[in-house]
């Protein structure tokens, strides 16, 4: 997974923090979270805000 993966990444977030409301989540933690998941593959000097952005929107839908 990379940073344009959204919807993987954001699966993977909603299933290794179940229990996180991601409109509360902020960047610095989010990005973090993204960095740690098994299989992520690119590092911080390729994230921005709008890739944060498409990430939590993302997670978002996913939980509803």
Do not use: Y
Request: net charge negative.
């Amino acid at each position: 997974m990379n940073w344009t993966d959204s919807l993987d990444v954001a699966i993977a977030l909603s299933e290794a923090h179940p229990n996180v409301d991601p409109t509360r989540i902020n960047f610095v933690d989010l990005m973090k979270w993204v960095m740690a998941l098994p299989g992520f593959a690119e590092d911080e000097r390729h994230c921005g805000e709008k890739k944060l952005e498409a990430i939590q929107q993302a997670w978002i839908d996913e939980l509803e």
